[in-house]
């Protein structure tokens, strides 16, 4: 099976492969309220993103649109979702199951979106044999057992910093190349993995440090000299 990073592979450039998910997005904001088509300039607005921009990053997929008409909603959802892997099945464990693995495990927007949550992993025997959204954690000694046996391609990481990087060399090992990482450190891996990361701690101190400026903080005074 091929990797979810697949794109890449197909000569898109990076930066327009992380702006397809906010297409997508809006695009299925789009289509539950009922709309056929939809202008670039509506749906960059959507997205959030420059209309121009959106047009070349379409233009990637090989869809440009109709003149006086725009994007075909429903077709327009096929393509990106098509590019980005979404229309197969991809297996997903989440080893970890504390407070955060529990709410993934039990988010419900995995399905629509071409995920299935085949498996929990964890080390706490206290939480091992519990039944979460329908799956029963397993225990980490199984963790190469149980990507095997439920063809999991992405794992992922919802386990303490220091137990991360030694779970990440045994999902590795075991074939998985792709890997999302919420604990907070920063893995090391073979150049032929891909890992996304994923920080609520550093977005909060990026979000604190646009507040102080709006609030007329340090930065702004170092500014005003």
């Known amino acids: 099976m091929k990797?979810?990073?697949q794109p890449r592979d197909r000569g898109i450039p990076e930066?327009?492969?992380a702006r397809l998910p906010l297409y997508l997005r809006a695009l299925h904001g789009m289509a539950e309220r009922g709309i056929?088509?939809?202008s670039s300039e509506d749906l960059a607005v959507a997205a959030g993103v420059n209309s121009a921009k959106l047009r070349k990053d379409l233009s990637h997929l090989g869809s440009y649109g109709t003149r006086g008409v725009g994007y075909d909603v429903e077709y327009l959802v096929y393509q990106i979702s098509r590019e980005l892997g979404l229309t197969q099945d991809w297996a997903v464990a989440i080893v970890g199951v504390g407070n955060l693995g529990r709410a993934l495990a039990n988010y419900g927007g995995f399905v629509s979106r071409g995920f299935r949550v085949?498996?929990?992993v964890d080390a706490d025997p206290e939480v091992v044999g519990d039944t979460i959204a329908g799956l029963n954690v397993e225990h980490i000694d199984e963790l190469e057992a149980v990507i095997k046996r439920r063809g999991v391609s992405i794992v992922v990481l919802a386990t303490p910093a220091a137990a991360a990087q030694e779970v990440c060399d045994r999902v590795v090992a075991v074939g998985v190349t792709s890997i999302l990482n919420f604990a907070p450190v920063v893995l090391t891996v073979p150049d032929s993995v891909d890992v996304r990361k994923v920080d609520l701690s550093i977005e909060l101190q990026i979000l604190a440090f646009h507040?102080?400026?709006?609030a007329g903080g340090p930065l702004m005074a170092v500014d005003s000299q």
């Open 36 to 38: 056929a088509t939809v």
């Open 15 to 17: 930066a327009t492969v």
């Open 118 to 120: 085949a498996a929990l």
């Open 211 to 214: 507040e102080q400026r709006k």
């Open 3 to 5: 990797s979810p990073s």
